[in-house]
């Protein structure tokens, strides 16, 4: 129902432009001309580039309806819309004068022509894995001005006539736009003053780190994750998202870190007494909201992170569903939280752990990665169990598309991505 009022919400936001023509128009009267469709269509990429910049303005707030996935498709959608807008627009202009016409108020246009079509390449290219995720990340920020140019672009035009309807359309607009940047920016500082104390660092195993933190009133459902920040001698870094891999009961909240970078090496590096500031939580990955006979988790390494959060919580109230988990690690000492695991397995007798190493020498156990014939052969009932899927990207693609030619219908196929592009 919310979410269906925000849909409602956005398509009157596109279409009031639409019906503030139309009136115009229709006051005028007359033939309609090339130019005022050139018109019509730039208010139209106004709007597009206004719900593109608020979808993730408004991200702590509207995430939780539409999911994250979701949210990032709407923010690239909106904006390839936008694009082919503007890009008729200009077309449309260049038809009538046979050249874009000349003046001072073309600048922000043309400023935030080129850097929509920047940011959408770049996007594409860190999707592709052409463009690193870094370059990706900071020439990203420049997208913020997009909405602001385009609208000065807007005011430069309407100089003059600021009382119609459609320079009110525009101030409205850029108002909201800047209350939820405000809104954002003060949330922020928000989290930053109620961080959250670190307790404990726990090392699992040669590359893996668990920060143990104060809970506060931090609440969350297993499978969940947050944007953390650290605060290591007066030093704040930038947000990175991790999973909890505690389970909402417990008095403290915990995320388990593997090194793979700048940000991640340092997690050894803090200490009982240091700061997390949390944001969140976020993410729909959750075997709360599905009702089934079956739950199936197929983690690679690091993703066992929210699987292991739900377990935690599956031991805490005493589950008696069935739960499997097929979990692949390259060798035995990448495998963490091992004793837990087996605490589990004695006491939910309906809970099964299979590990699958790649690397091992040792003709013990599964070998290999997780497969058609490892489903098989120990998921009983496979067409009505729900997966729950996080690890490699590669492991991901693998495991829902064998899934998928299995048969099992893609409602029961779940999967937390570890990354943002
Ligand atoms: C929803 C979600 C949950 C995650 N949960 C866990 C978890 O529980 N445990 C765990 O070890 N890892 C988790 N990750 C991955 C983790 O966020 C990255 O490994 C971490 O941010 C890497 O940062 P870095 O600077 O150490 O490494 P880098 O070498 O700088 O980056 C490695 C890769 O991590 C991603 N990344 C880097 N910085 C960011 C950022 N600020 N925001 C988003 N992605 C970034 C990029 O894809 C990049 O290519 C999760 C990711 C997502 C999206």
């Known amino acids: 129902m919310k979410r269906m009022l925000l849909f409602i919400g956005w398509s009157l936001c596109a279409a009031v432009p639409l ?59 909106f904006g390839l819309m936008a694009l082919t807008a503007l890009l008729s627009h200009g077309f449309l202009f260049v038809a009538v004068y046979g050249g874009l016409p000349r003046g001072f108020f073309l600048w922000p246009a043309h400023a935030a022509f080129f850097l929509l079509c920047l940011n959408l390449l770049l996007s594409y290219g860190a999707k592709a894995g052409v463009i690193g995720y870094h370059l990706w990340a900071e020439t990203h920020k420049s997208a913020a001005l997009i909405f602001p140019l385009f609208f000065l672009h807007g005011a430069l035009i309407f100089r003059g006539s600021y009382s119609t309807p ?24 928000r989290l930053k003053r109620h961080a959250h104390k670190i307790l404990d660092i726990i090392k699992e195993n040669h590359e ?27 030093r704040i870094s930038a947000p990175h998202p991790f999973s909890m891999t505690s389970q909402p009961r417990e008095k403290n909240v915990a995320f388990t870190v593997k090194w793979v970078g700048d940000f991640s090496s340092t997690i050894h590096h803090l200490k009982p007494g240091d700061s997390l500031v949390i944001d969140g939580p976020y993410g729909q990955f959750s ?57 589990m397995t004695l006491d939910m007798e309906r809970f099964k752990v299979v590990h699958i190493l790649s690397r091992e020498k040792s003709k013990r ?15 009983e009932q496979p067409y009505r169990a729900h997966y729950f899927i996080c690890g490699p990207a590669g492991l991901q693609k693998n495991t829902v598309r064998i899934l998928k030619e299995m048969g099992v219908e893609e409602k029961r196929i779940h999967v937390e991505k570890f990354s943002v592009v």
């Open 365 to 379: 156990g599964e070998r290999g990665h997780v497969d058609e014939e490892r489903i098989k052969k120990y998921v």
């Open 19 to 77: 019906y503030l023509w139309s009136a115009t128009m229709a006051a005028q009267g007359g033939e309609i001309a090339l130019l005022d469709v050139a018109g019509l269509l730039g208010h139209l990429a106004y709007a597009f580039l206004f719900l593109q910049a608020c979808v993730i303005l408004a991200f702590p707030w509207t995430e939780p309806l539409l999911g994250t996935q979701s949210s990032y498709e709407i923010h690239e959608k």
């Open 208 to 234: 893996v780190w668990t920060v143990v933190c104060e809970k506060k009133r931090f609440k969350y459902v297993p499978g969940q994750y947050a944007f953390i920040r650290t605060i290591h001698n007066g």
């Open 166 to 189: 459609i320079a009110v359309y525009y101030g409205v607009l850029f108002l909201l736009f800047m209350i939820l940047a405000i809104c954002r920016l003060k949330r922020g500082e």
């Open 287 to 343: 075997f709360l909201k599905y009702d089934s006979p079956e739950m199936v988790f197929i983690a690679g390494g690091i993703g066992i992170t929210p699987l292991f959060s739900m377990l935690r919580y599956a031991h805490a109230v005493k589950s008696r569903h069935p739960i499997l988990l097929l979990w692949g690690n390259k060798r035995k000492d990448d495998i963490i939280f091992r004793q837990e695991l087996k605490q």
